[in-house]
């Protein structure tokens, strides 16, 4: 009897900037090349080197606006006159494959992300202190003092909504934090809730060896 697929897990990634996910998310994929990372749709135009597909979906604005209305968007936002979101279809398709599917995304999107995705699995990336956390943000070099300060105090304010998640990684060493959500996925690869189905096959194949062989 063909056992049925199950669906990959979809394995949300978020946490204040500068907690550093964007770099545990890289590590992850280095490390395990069989996830794929969930490529977001813009309306901003490409830049040098950006691939259609690869780097995002590039779409006019009518165009990303007629997938919100047809719902094809696991989250939106409009980001300094430009819209970027999560293309519900493409994350589905690998779902439904039985792959599994990393979604690196800012907290607001991630929240979205679970309204609409009950069965995700929502890490909260964390810096190891809120000291260390502004001198990350120093270290990018991009920041003015005043948009340092500012965006600090939104961090700080991130930080509120862990709660919310599912898990807590503090990020004190990336290999170490990567490691740890590695531990994650495995083990909600175990629950029973995700492994019923193929539970249900393997009885009743175990019941069909006792009645005809």
Avoid: W
């Avoid at 990393?102 to 607001?108: A, F, G, P, R, S």
């Avoid at 609409?116 to 810096?127: A, E, M, R, T, V």
């Avoid at 809120?130 to 005043?146: A, C, D, F, V, W």
């Amino acid at each position: 009897m063909e056992n049925s697929k199950a669906k990959g897990l979809l394995i949300v990634i978020s946490g204040p900037s500068g907690a550093g996910k964007g770099t545990i998310c890289k590590r992850l994929l280095q490390k395990h090349p069989e996830l794929n990372l969930s490529v977001s749709a813009t309306t901003r135009l490409p830049r040098s080197g950006e691939i259609d597909g690869v780097n995002y979906y590039f779409m006019t604005k009518d165009e990303f606006k007629n997938k919100i209305e047809d719902g094809d968007f696991l989250e939106y936002a409009e980001v300094y006159d430009n819209y970027y979101g999560t293309p519900k279809s493409n994350v589905e398709e690998i779902l439904n494959s039985g792959k599994d599917v990393i979604l690196e995304i800012d907290i607001q999107g991630a929240l979205k992300v679970k309204e609409n995705s009950k069965n995700g699995i929502f890490i909260f990336i964390l810096p190891p202190s809120m000291e260390e956390l502004k001198q990350r943000i120093i270290k990018r070099g991009s920041e003015t003092p005043e948009s340092l300060m500012k965006r600090f105090k939104s961090a700080y304010k991130e930080i509120n909504f862990v709660s919310r998640y599912n898990y807590a990684v503090v990020n004190d060493e990336v290999e170490t934090a990567t490691e740890k959500i590695e531990a994650i996925i495995n083990a909600e690869k175990c629950r029973v809730d995700r492994l019923k189905h193929s539970i249900l096959d393997s009885k009743e194949d175990l019941i069909h060896e006792q009645l005809y062989d």
